[in-house]
């Protein structure tokens, strides 16, 4: 819920609060005072487009904020935490949009420096503006599918999210059989490359790690005379030569030697020590023990240097053409093996993809069958629900029809489909054409909408439209821009009451002309304008009281509001709407 908006600088509002109403409030006021103003506030706390006239002449800046109260859990708390949005003591959160003369605009979230973008997320939960645009939008064919799949809810995003897996998977197959059979030449080309370096590769049979471990053998043959040397005399110098001279004493018999004095003594630092020392004497043993072994596997054996060397020019080809080393030479043929099985353009591999395609496509038809049976009882659903509608903003007469049609593939058309005796266009969306069509009364024919009603009458039809899909809408508040805009009497009163039943399960926030709609507000906002001698229109925004209401509704019904006639005209339309909300 909104539960209050800030205005400073925008247009050809200085400075305004609006406290707004949990269930309906009206904004209203004279022409040219500024009250589209509100709903711009609104765009732009939505994330909406920054214009730069929009921010009033002589000021520094245009700032918008909103005080928001998201319910615990909800899609709009749970981005506020993710951005790190402060919230209030109260739990509310602060939105705030400002705007430079030269076009740069700055977006906050609870405290927070955002993109705008997080704004419109957090609009896309909270926040629902309807004006005469959303009309025109909701006018065109394209749009009107899109109108019946947010109607019908979980029943069409369901079979539609699974109609787009397979789609996709569909799609895929197709394309590869095309790129199989178009061009093959290249294909096989490219398998030629491919075949002759995993042959190559697969002749020599390297082994992971090879290289390098080869590079060390052929420097210990190389180097085996060298290598000798250097271990027999660490031997010697450790343990001692076997034929040696006995005045010269090893390692390990010095160390022997320097424990048993230091153990001989009464000291328990000096026994300490002889410890470490048969410690060290202990790993001098184990070193001559591997110094023999290495002695006794080190071989000079020039024939095994040769075949080491031949081996590891073989394997020198193989980096050189195909990665640095035997491990990446060794991936290049996975991936190769793969691509190859991927190009294999035998008759046998486009056999199993023409059977993988045939068999998507008949998984994809049914999934169409059922999305199409799905949008068409939600059609007849909403039909029947806008019709209602109709009904009791004074159109008892007319029919609201939403027509469900197939879209026919053309020639040559990649998305094509066969589906039972007709070839479908399998879109992104579906199959499914959806058009709104207007019979005013039984003897007119169904026509579409913009085709088949007058100003006053499509204003009626996309209200019933907007209040009929609010009720499907989850977002708790819903602003109404003009849209009784074009009718009046009898039913202008039956659009205050569809806005105030309305607000019984949403907080609602209408800019009106008409008094018979203002009459059922819950709070009653005006946005007044005047010209100082500078002449610069400033215009502000307050709440009428009761005494004051009166005047105002009066003014609007016919700019009688200084006559007895024109408030007790305004009177009897409050309490008229104060009597049939007592029994709403």
Known sequence: ?????????????????????????????????????????????????????????????????????????????KLADAVGARTDEDGSLIASRTLTPDGRSRAYLGGRSVPAAVLAELAEGMLAVHGQNDQLRLLRVGEQRAVLDRFAGEAVAGPLNAYRRVREQWLTCCAQLVSRRDQSQQLARELDVLAHGLAEITAVNPQPGEDAALLAEVRRLADADQLREAAAIAQSAVCGAPEGDPDQPSAIDLVVQARRRLQAVNDPALQALGERLEEAAAVLGDVTAELSSYLEALNADPIRLTQ?????????????????????????????????????????????????????????????????????????ELSDAVTAELAELGMGQAQLSVVVSPTLAGDGDEAALTVGPARLRAGPEGADEVELRLAPHPCAGALPVHKGASGGELSRVMLALEVVLADADPVPTMVFDEVDAGVGGRAAVEIGRRLARLARSHQVVVVTHLAQVAAYADRHLVVDKATPATGLTRSGVRELDEVARVGELARMLAGLGDTDTGRAHAEELLANAREWQTVL
Do not use: C, N
């Open 1 to 77: 819920m909104l539960t209050e908006m800030r205005i400073e600088g925008l247009g050809v509002i200085d400075e305004a609060t609006l406290d707004l109403h949990p269930r309906l409030t009206v904004v209203t006021g004279e022409t040219g005072a500024g009250k589209t103003i509100v709903v711009t506030g609104l765009q732009l706390l939505a994330g909406g487009r920054a214009d730069a006239s929009r921010v009033r002449r002589g000021a520094e800046r245009a700032i918008v904020e909103g005080r928001f109260r998201p319910t615990e859990g909800s899609p709009a708390a």
């Open 308 to 380: 080491a060397l031949a081996r590891q020019a073989e394997l020198k080809r193989l980096t050189r053409q195909y990665a640095a080393d035997i491990d990446g030479v060794l991936a290049w043929a996975r991936q190769a093996r793969q691509r190859v099985a991927a190009l294999d353009t035998s008759d046998e591999a486009i056999a199993a993809l023409v059977a993988r395609r045939e068999q998507l496509a008949t998984e994809l038809a049914g999934h169409l069958t059922t999305l199409t049976t799905a949008r068409t009882a939600a059609a007849r």
